[in-house]
Each structure stands twice: as C-alpha cells, then as structure tokens.
C-alpha cells in the first residue's frame, strides 16, 4: 500500500514541476518528486527482498547451529580380548585400517 502512495506523490509532484510558475510549488514539488521516487524504489526493493527470504521460524538456533560445528565422535572398534586362559585358538586375522580422518 505504501509502495502505492510513494508513487503516487512522486507523479503529484512531477506535476507540480511541470505546470507551476512559483518557484515555491516547484521547490515542493522537486521534494516530493523526487522524495517519493526514491521511496518508491525502496520499497520495491523490500518486497522483492521479502519475496525471496525465508521465514525467521525455519532458521536454525544457535544451539542447533553449535552443534552442527562439533565434530563428529566415532565410535572406536571393540578391543581385541586376550585369549582365555588354557585354550589354545588360532590368532584373529588382523582388523582392516581405521577409514582416514578428515
């Protein structure tokens, strides 16, 4: 609505501008002109803003995104148990390499 009325006071001044001998009027209408033009453009370019931004409700919280930044703990593979005492058992093959770090 706003948008509206900034462009509608930028043409009634732009009219003043036009047809008026005082210099008083077009001083005045100079302002508002070029005030509401400048207005105009503004809130146009909030709206396009406003159009394309996300809702304040879907943004992560700061808890959230701290967690995010933690690195991820994993898990370590089972200890290799010592064998029981008096059974005789054929040694494990080894365990594959841990996956790289990042």
């Known amino acids: 609505m706003a ?3 900034l462009l509608a ?3 009634l001044g732009f009219i003043f501008v036009f047809t008026t ?9 100079l302002l508002l002109g070029i005030g509401g033009f400048i207005g105009f453009m ?3 370019a909030a709206d396009r803003v406003s159009a394309s931004s996300r809702p ?3 943004m ?3 808890a959230d995104l701290a967690a995010m930044r933690k690195p991820v703990a994993r898990p370590l593979p089972p200890a290799q148990r010592p ?3 008096g059974a005789t058992r054929a040694p494990s093959p080894p365990s ?7």
């Open 3 to 5: 948008r509206w009325l």
């Open 9 to 11: 006071a930028t043409i």
């Open 21 to 29: 001998r005082s210099p008083l009027l077009l001083g005045i209408g």
């Open 42 to 44: 503004f809130a146009l």
């Open 56 to 58: 304040e409700t879907s």
């Open 60 to 62: 992560a919280s700061p």
């Open 83 to 85: 064998p029981a005492a």
């Open 96 to 102: 594959p390499p841990p996956p790289p770090q990042r």
